[in-house]
C-alpha cells in the first residue's frame, strides 16, 4: 500500500500488523511512483487469536 494511505496503515495496524519496511518507487499508481509500506500479520499476531 501507499505510505500515504492512511487509512490502508490503519486497518494494517488494528489487525495486528507489524511494519517492517518501506520500499521505495514501488508502487505506480495514476502514472506515478509512490513508496509502499511493507508489514507482515503472523498468525500469533492476529487480534482475537
Do not use: F, P
Amino acid at each position: 500500500m501507499s505510505t500515504q494511505n492512511e487509512a490502508s496503515k490503519k486497518v494494517a495496524q488494528l489487525v495486528g500488523g507489524t511494519l517492517e519496511g518501506n520500499l521505495l518507487n514501488r508502487l505506480e499508481l495514476h502514472g506515478e511512483n509512490h513508496d509502499a509500506c511493507l508489514y507482515s500479520v503472523l498468525s500469533d499476531d492476529i487480534i482475537g487469536n
